[in-house]
């Protein structure tokens, strides 16, 4: 229904807040920037695996115009594919971890007599338990591949998506207007999702442009380990194990990863400081 | 009677916040519920909607026993009595536009579709002094006093017969007090519906109810009808409350004597034993700290306090001490 959404107007309002701030544009800019690469970058550039035996670890040209790698690759064409698995793994580890964790962390904190207790004792639990032990195991079971990096990383999320969720349930249920959809006979089902949902949205958002670059950093690391996506398949992470034997000859196959990475991370950081100041609904005009 | 209290329980844990209560309020009668913050008067009025668990005791909505309801039982009673919220900027759904807000309660009990909906909503807005165009505003686009307004709409919009307005005035600014205040006062005499009225000032209540109940620490220490309260307030706390009170007469106010009652209020985890509140009152003695006093009405008057010194043909005076 779209009465639960923001109006024109007002979104429009938190738009003009949005926009006069530098930051925050910078980083919607760079994110922007990024998906577009990650979509469209494959599309035009050339195959990331042709590889051209003339040209090894050739510095940056008109033909390529990031130079290219060991095997003569190219090396823009593979940072436009390695995009595309950065994005993937950022955006379905973190949608996995909110498909999951939102629900737990809604029903936890609505039924916090019966339910938080036990989920927040499995939530430590997972805290507790090391990421890249959990991750090794995933490799080891699933073989090295994207999936178990998607799932790997959304593992790791989870927790901070069900305590965020849930924090916010139990601060909203306080809230009088629950206590007036509840004198109107409203059931369980109703008050989570038109009234407590609803408004844990906006640090769900912001959370997920905190979770998003960090399984960026995520995918790269587990790749660089040779627990992710595997050669040729072309991932930041890959590109930079390959670049770290060729540092001194060619500088530039570690550059652009490194600069991509940060690049990314810094942009949905950027975008999320932003959106945590508008999505406010408190927040002025 | 609309609503019956009958010696209403309610403990948080340690925290004893209504210890032993009752009260009754007649149809179209509108009783004000007196007390400093943390006597447990918001808690009283959680217990009547059902939107806390009582610990003992019953309370009787038209004469219907609803203390130990289901939810789902409970259901269908609930378009009978609604709530006012204190405070304006919790009590409304900051995603819901003020149309849905103030129509929820149709939908709920599904007693309109879209169109009839519409139509009692716009209806309603006019009669809390909202113009049209609020309809598609969202809350944090409204002042105080509008969300007030919107608040009313939505507790109103059912013709409930018992409405509890929990301090609805307290948080706006002094300006805006009135109008809201008036406008309850009126939208009340339109409807006739009964209210438990809460509030921690006594002058907001002065003209807007027919009788007052005093609570402190969880228990009522006076009630009756609001012109003797004020002319003749009869136990120490209420005679204190009302000395502090501002009085619009400024020949009464000079010669009135302020009592100021020293300390702080007890805590309701550990209330103090005997007369809870010996330990600020100016007239307290021995008796007053070991036995109870119980709530009397010595001169069946209809106005009962529980205070030793009440008696048939004495009544005690705060202010005569020092
Ligand atoms: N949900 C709760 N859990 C624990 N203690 C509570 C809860 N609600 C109220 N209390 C305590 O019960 C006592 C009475 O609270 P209540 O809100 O009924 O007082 P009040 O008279 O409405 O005060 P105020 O003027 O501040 O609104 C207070 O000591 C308060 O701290
Ligand atoms: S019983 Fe005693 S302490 Fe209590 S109000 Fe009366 S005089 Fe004061
Ligand atoms: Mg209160």
Redesign the interface.
């Known amino acids: 229904m779209t009465?639960?959404?923001a109006?024109p107007l007002?979104r429009a309002r938190m738009w003009r807040r949005f926009r006069r701030r530098p930051m925050p544009m910078t980083g919607l800019v760079l994110v922007i920037g990024f998906i577009l690469l990650a979509l469209v970058g494959p599309l035009v550039t050339g195959d990331p695996a042709a590889q051209d035996y003339l040209a090894t670890l050739a510095p940056p040209s008109a033909a390529h115009p990031m130079g290219t790698d060991d095997l003569g690759r190219d090396a823009f064409a593979r940072i436009a594919h390695g995009a595309q698995v950065s994005l993937q793994a950022g955006v379905l580890s973190t949608a996995l971890a909110m498909a999951v964790g939102i629900p737990i962390g809604l029903v936890a904190g609505f039924y916090r007599r019966w339910l938080d207790p036990i989920v927040m004792r499995l939530v430590d639990v997972t805290l507790a338990f090391p990421f890249l032990v959990f991750a090794v195991g995933l490799a080891a079971i699933l073989g090295p591949s994207l999936r178990g990096v998607v799932l790997a990383l959304g593992f790791s999320q989870l927790p901070a998506v069900i305590r965020i969720t849930r924090g916010e349930v139990l601060a909203i249920r306080e809230?009088?207007?629950v206590?007036?959809?509840?004198?109107?006979?409203?059931g369980d089902g109703h008050i989570i999702f038109?009234?407590v949902l609803?408004?844990c949205a906006s640090p769900l958002i912001v959370q997920a442009t905190v979770a998003i670059p960090a399984a960026i950093i995520g995918e790269a690391t587990l790749s660089f380990l040779g627990l992710g996506v595997q050669p040729p398949t072309p991932s930041w992470g890959v590109m930079l194990t390959t670049a770290q034997q060729y540092l001194g000859d060619a500088p530039w196959l570690a550059i652009w990863p490194g600069v991509m990475i940060a690049l990314a991370t810094l942009g949905f950081n950027l975008l999320g400081d932003g959106l945590r100041d508008v999505l406010d609904?408190?927040s002025g005009p | 009677m609309i609503l019956r209290i009958d010696n209403l329980v309610k403990h948080y844990g340690p925290v004893r916040a209504v210890d032993g209560l009752s009260l009754e309020i007649g149809e179209g009668e509108v009783l004000g519920l007196v007390g400093e913050s943390g006597s447990g008067k918001s808690t009283v009025g959680k217990c009547v909607l059902r939107l806390t668990e009582p610990t003992a005791g019953t309370i009787e909505l038209n004469g219907r026993d609803i203390t130990h309801l289901s939810r789902r039982a409970m259901r269908p009673l609930r378009r009978d009595v609604h709530m006012v919220f204190q405070d304006p900027y919790s009590s409304l759904n900051p995603r819901f536009t003020i149309e849905r807000i103030v129509g929820e309660p149709l939908l709920r009990h599904k007693l309109a579709d879209r169109r009839e909906t519409s139509r009692r909503v716009a209806e309603m807005l006019e009669k809390v002094g909202l113009r049209q165009e609020m309809r598609s505003r969202f809350p944090h686009e409204l002042s105080g006093g509008q969300r007030q307004r919107v608040g009313l709409a939505r507790a109103l919009i059912l013709e409930p017969k018992l409405v509890v307005a929990d301090e609805p005035v307290s948080a706006l600014d002094v300006s805006v007090q009135a109008s809201v205040l008036n406008l309850i006062t009126d939208l009340q005499r339109d409807m006739g519906f009964s209210c438990l009225f809460i509030t921690h000032d006594l002058s907001v209540v002065e003209f807007l109810a027919d009788r007052i109940a005093v609570m402190y620490l969880g228990k009522l220490v006076e009630s009756g009808p609001t012109k003797e309260i004020f002319a003749q307030p009869r136990h120490p706390y209420t005679q204190a409350l009302l000395s502090a009170a501002p009085v619009a007469d400024p020949v009464t106010q000079r010669e009135r004597r302020r009592i100021v009652l020293g300390g702080d209020v007890p805590s309701p985890v550990d209330p103090p034993s005997g007369c809870r509140f010996h330990t600020r009152c100016p007239l307290a003695y021995d008796e007053c700290r070991t036995v109870e006093p119980a709530l009397q009405d010595p001169r069946g008057s209809g106005h009962p306090a529980a205070c030793h010194l009440v008696t048939a043909d004495r009544v005690p005076d705060a202010a005569a001490t020092r």
């Open positions: 009465d639960t959404m109006p007002r809230m009088d207007y206590a007036a959809a509840v004198a109107d006979g409203a038109r009234y609803p408004n609904p408190r």
